[in-house]
């Protein structure tokens, strides 16, 4: 609906479900719904964006693919596009915050939701999914389209949160050292400048 409103036009999404442990069943997996939502979110939102955008010349656009594969260990949910593509060396930049191949949304319009361009949708989607010991991978063939996997562990018993370690050895990171004065880490007391002249 979003890429209807955007583009007044968007691509058919075509699902596959394969159920791995019990054929002919329906797919289920314990997980946080507000982290599945936003991962397939961005991905569904940035896959149609790129189909639209590389096919706006086409008479028909090709849809968007899902294939959602529950094995014994693992749910893999695959995206597939014909976007266009991006080249290899942009992948791992796709993960940066702040980064965007779209241009930068105009804020000031509050009646429409921007479709791309903040540059936090992939990192944070990747951050969701490694979250509970899942991973999101992009690959890319340029000049055709992306796939997108999302990995979630299909068992509850294996989706232990990732949280950070904070014990002696990290607290010792995290302390101020002893670097150069700057504006963001006054020293402190004043500096004597006359000592400082005299010994250049």
């Known amino acids: 609906m979003?890429?209807?409103?955007?583009?007044?036009?968007?691509?058919?999404?075509?699902?596959?479900?394969?159920?791995g442990k019990a054929p002919g069943e329906p797919i289920s997996i314990v997980y946080v719904p507000s982290h599945l939502f936003h991962m397939l979110f961005e991905?569904?939102?940035?896959?149609?964006r790129a189909t639209v955008e590389f096919q706006e010349n086409s008479p028909t656009l090709s849809p968007v693919e899902v294939i959602v594969v529950l094995g014994k260990e693992d749910?893999?949910?695959?995206?597939?596009?014909?976007?266009?593509?991006?080249?290899?060396?942009?992948?791992?930049?796709l993960f940066s915050y702040m980064y965007s191949t779209a241009p930068r949304p105009n804020v000031d319009d509050s009646r429409n939701t921007p479709l791309a361009g903040f540059g936090y949708g992939l990192p944070i989607s990747r951050l969701y999914a490694k979250y509970f010991q899942g991973d999101l991978n992009l690959y890319s063939i340029c000049g055709y389209g992306t796939d997108a996997i999302i990995y979630l562990k299909a068992l509850s018993t294996e989706s232990i949160e990732k949280l950070p370690v904070f014990n002696k050895s990290a607290s010792k990171h995290y302390q101020a050292s002893s670097e150069a004065d700057d504006w963001c880490v006054p020293s402190k007391g004043p500096k004597n400048m006359a000592k400082q002249s005299a010994a250049s």
């Open 75 to 93: 749910l893999a949910i695959k995206i597939s596009d014909r976007g266009g593509g991006v080249p290899v060396r942009k992948i791992e930049r």
């Open 43 to 48: 991905l569904f939102k940035n896959s149609m």
């Open 2 to 19: 979003l890429c209807d409103q955007y583009y007044l036009t968007s691509p058919e999404l075509k699902l596959t479900q394969v159920n």
